[in-house]
């Protein structure tokens, strides 16, 4: 069955950077756009970057355009989110989630999600 597995969340000081990523397995990765989307404590999910199949488009929330790189390895199945620049406002449950197309935002399964904190 699909499974994706996030890791690499913390503390960081604004300013800082913090690298997550989500390990895929239980279908072709590479036939599947991935996007990353957060849930900041009361607020409701927020939609933050996402890249096609094959790695060629990526796109982002214009709250951090700028900041923040997504990046895949189909020959590992990881999706990255490289997060720089960071603010108190990044603190949120950051999660995974794969596309039902090679270029859909929309989105079928997500994974458990990784917690970022965003503080001094």
């Known amino acids: 069955q699909v499974q994706l597995v996030e890791s690499g969340g913390g503390l960081a000081q604004p300013g800082g950077s913090l690298r997550l990523s989500c390990a895929a397995s239980g279908f072709t990765f590479s036939s599947y756009a991935m996007s990353w989307a957060r849930q900041a404590p009361g607020k409701g999910l927020e939609w933050v970057s996402g890249?096609?199949?094959?790695?060629?488009?990526?796109y982002y929330a214009d709250s951090v355009k700028g900041r923040f790189t997504i990046s895949r390895d189909n020959a590992k199945n990881t999706v990255y989110l490289q997060m720089n620049s960071l603010k108190p406002e990044d603190t949120a449950l950051y999660y995974c989630?794969?596309?039902?197309?090679?270029?859909?935002?929309?989105?079928?399964?997500w994974g458990q999600g990784t917690q970022v904190t965003v503080s001094s």
């Open positions: 890249i096609y199949s094959d790695g060629s488009d990526t």
């Open positions: 989630a794969k596309g039902v197309g090679r270029s859909s935002w929309k989105y079928d399964y």
